[in-house]
Nanobody, 118 residues
């Protein structure tokens, strides 16, 4: 059973940066696809970025391209989301999730809130 714990959220001014971390236990995360999602109350959850198992190919939603970077630390069994040039519209609860190869995201963390405000 994969367990995921996010950290690194907080309050930041527009234009600032945060790095979110997703720590995994119960499985070797490099064998799983990992995604970052975000949700604002009253809105649907949105996929932000993901990294594939194996070749490590990365994907980003258009609104964060060039600002966010997803990466893995396989030694620590962690996945990160570096968020730069943050905007108020990035405010949300951010979740990491993991999926088995060719599967759907079935393992989720508890979320970490990010607020971008002056």
């Amino acid at each position: 059973q994969v367990q995921l714990v996010e950290s690194g959220g907080g309050l930041v001014q527009p234009g600032g940066s945060l790095r979110l971390s997703c720590a995994a236990s119960g499985a070797t995360l490099k064998w799983y696809g990992v995604g970052w999602f975000r949700q604002v109350p009253g809105k649907e959850r949105e996929g932000v970025s993901c990294v594939d198992e194996g070749d490590g190919r990365t994907y980003y939603t258009d609104s964060v391209k060039g600002r966010f970077t997803i990466s893995r630390d396989n030694g620590k069994n962690w996945v990160y989301l570096q968020m730069n040039s943050l905007k108020p519209e990035d405010t949300a609860v951010y979740y990491c999730a993991a999926r088995k190869p060719s599967g759907s995201y079935e393992y989720w963390g508890q979320g970490t809130p990010v607020t971008v405000s002056s």
